[in-house]
């Protein structure tokens, strides 16, 4: 069993879980990241690594990985540690306050307890569509890791939100045909993506289904097909070299539902002033909390990050005054 010592421990090793490293080493308070996934990044890595961002500030545009890439440039300087692809199982207090954090090979005393596991452990939402399980990894992929693979095929996405409509909008150069077919009429997403889509629906550049479900698909050895449904009941079959259905995420929170930790439809409750959870020294940042006015957004994690980093400097230095600081006049510390 290995045994670390530091002073905060972040589960999750996503977006916010990175950014928590960089406001904390500001402080000079060392971290260790803990994630399930044998990589960085959560699940902009493993599900939506090409998947362009607009929101970030300073980025117009930005890809997944590209972020990712950036944020583990920013923390270089504050030398985190990682235990990648462990999960972690108990979480108990000492005697002497600190906390122990234990997966299956490793055990992590820390002063203060960070977790940031995005949706927590998640699994794609399947349609019920007739032989989608059996055409898995045939033509059916749940999430896009190397868009090359669908260069010059015909490949049909089906989701009314912004993954469907952002994945639509950057493979539209790559793939020789992309189908959108959403059940509605209206998109969920960020209007700017609808209105781009339904532009390049207009001028031929998108074949857009709208008021359609797809309800089988077909091929041998690799899918061929697909059989759409229209409102009208009339029924076609579009060709399909590629499925991607892009229905959200299923999330679960695995042990951490364990902890005593209060937890509303999944997430968990924090105190906004901090981030802080019901439990002394343990904090919930990112998608993975919940409170009263909650954006799932990026950048609303980053904000949180840097709050609960001033909150958890009382623990690792108690008899320390905290000044705030900005990194404009005093720089980056090291280590």
């Not at 090979?105 to 019920?128: S, Y």
Request: aromatic share 8%; net charge negative; with cysteine.
């Amino acid at each position: 069993m290995l045994e670390i010592n530091t002073d905060i421990c972040i589960v999750g090793a996503g977006p916010v879980g990175l950014f928590a490293v960089f406001e904390a080493g500001l402080l000079k308070m060392r971290c260790h990241l803990i994630d399930v996934l044998t990589q960085v990044g959560g699940q902009l890595t493993e599900i939506y690594p090409q998947k362009p961002i607009y929101d970030i500030p300073g980025y117009p545009e930005i890809s997944a990985q590209e972020l990712i890439d950036k944020l583990m440039k920013q923390i270089k300087p504050f030398q985190p540690g990682f235990t990648l692809g462990e999960r972690v199982e108990t979480v108990t207090s000492e005697p002497d306050s600190s906390i122990i954090v234990k997966t299956n090979n490793t055990t992590i005393k820390c002063q203060a307890l960070v977790i940031a596991g995005g949706l927590g452990c998640f699994e794609p939402r399947k349609p019920n569509i007739d032989r989608l399980i059996e055409l898995e990894g045939k033509g059916v992929a749940y999430m896009i890791k190397d868009p090359e693979m669908l260069r010059d095929k015909e490949v049909v996405i089906a989701g009314g939100g912004d993954s469907a409509l952002d994945w639509a909008l950057f493979l539209t150069p790559i793939a020789a045909k992309v189908t959108l077919i959403h059940r509605g009429d209206t998109f969920r997403g960020v209007p700017d993506s609808a209105e781009k889509v339904f532009r390049l629906a207009k001028d031929g550049k998108i074949n857009l289904i709208l008021q359609s479900n797809i309800i089988a698909l077909n091929g041998d050895e690799h899918l061929q097909s697909v059989s759409v449904l229209a409102g009208n009941n009339a029924l076609t079959t579009i060709p399909a070299d590629y499925f991607i259905p892009l229905f959200g995420l299923s999330p679960k929170l695995g042990p951490i539902a364990k902890w005593g930790l209060d937890i509303d439809k999944s997430a968990i409750e924090v105190n906004t002033v901090d981030f802080s959870t019901n439990i002394d020294r343990i904090y919930a940042i990112g998608d993975i909390n919940t409170y009263p006015g909650k954006l799932k957004l990026i950048l609303c994690g980053f904000h949180e990050a840097a709050l609960m980093a001033q909150s958890a400097f009382k623990y690792v230095y108690p008899d320390k005054k905290l000044s705030f600081k900005y990194t404009t006049v005093y720089g980056i510390p090291s280590f």
